[in-house]
T-cell receptor
Framework: GENVEQHPSTLSVQEGDSAVIKCTYS??????FPWYKQELGKRPQLIID?????GEKKDQRIAVTLNKTAKHFSLHITETQPEDSAVYFC?????????FGQGTTLQVKP | DVKVTQSSRYLVKRTGEKVFLECVQD?????MFWYRQDPGLGLRLIYF???????EKGDIPEGYSVSREKKERFSLILESASTNQTSMYLC????????????FGEGSRLTVL
């Protein structure tokens, strides 16, 4: 089955710096790669997703890149702000059931 | 606005008890999921359902069962709770199709003593 590895597990950056979180997946049939953000005490919410026919997608300060050959995808957050502090989860799906990575706790220091 | 409601935010049960976790969604979504969330392990899929009375095992189904008698309701059942089932349980729903946004409930934190 699908396996998703996510790194790093924790990430601390200064406000205004960029943050990058990386994920690798095992099933080459995976075709949908979303990213979820979970603020402390709240439910996970979708922030951006990418499908396998696209290499990069941007939405304001966040972007996701996908390398299907290498089977990895990354989340990039630019000009980080304290409200970006949260746990971020990547996921992949070959069949419609999402398999999540282990999560990255991002801390943005003012 | 999609709403996924989990009936209990916090539960404390004893080893061997039968536990029911209820989840209701109000957006007529076909797909419903149960995940458990543990630090360092992410979100792990327990069971999911693509239709009424249909269920499929996820990655960690052992010790759990589910019921989907109505489209809007998906229940997770722990037949005989054990301490290693102490966790945060998250229900989610999505509309039909091969892949789409998951809408999560607020979670049920279960402690088994």
């Amino acid at each position: 089955g699908e396996n998703v590895e996510q790194h790093p597990s924790t990430l601390s950056v200064q406000e205004g710096d960029s943050a990058v979180i990386k994920c690798t997946y095992s099933d080459s049939a995976s075709n949908y790669f979303p990213w979820y953000k979970q603020e402390l005490g709240k439910r996970p919410q979708l922030i951006i997703d990418i499908r396998s026919n696209v290499g990069e997608k941007k939405d304001q300060r966040i972007a996701v890149t996908l390398n299907k050959t290498a089977k990895h995808f990354s989340l990039h957050i630019t000009e980080t702000q304290p409200e970006d502090s949260a746990v971020y989860f990547c996921a992949a799906t070959p069949t419609g059931k999402l398999i999540f990575g282990q999560g990255t706790t991002l801390q943005v220091k003012p | 606005d999609v709403k996924v409601t989990q009936s209990s935010r916090y539960l404390v049960k004893r080893t061997g008890e039968k536990v029911f976790l209820e989840c209701v969604q109000d957006m007529d979504h076909e797909n419903m999921f149960w995940y458990r969330q543990d630090p360092g392990l992410g979100l792990r899929l327990i069971y999911f359902s693509y239709d009424v009375k249909m269920k499929e095992k996820g990655d960690i189904p052992e010790g759990y069962s589910v019921s989907r008698e109505k489209k809007e309701r998906f229940s997770l059942i722990l037949e005989s709770a054990s301490t290693n089932q102490t966790s945060m349980y998250l229900c989610a729903s999505s509309s039909g199709g091969s892949a789409g946004e998951l809408f999560f409930g607020e979670g049920s934190r279960l402690t088994v003593l």
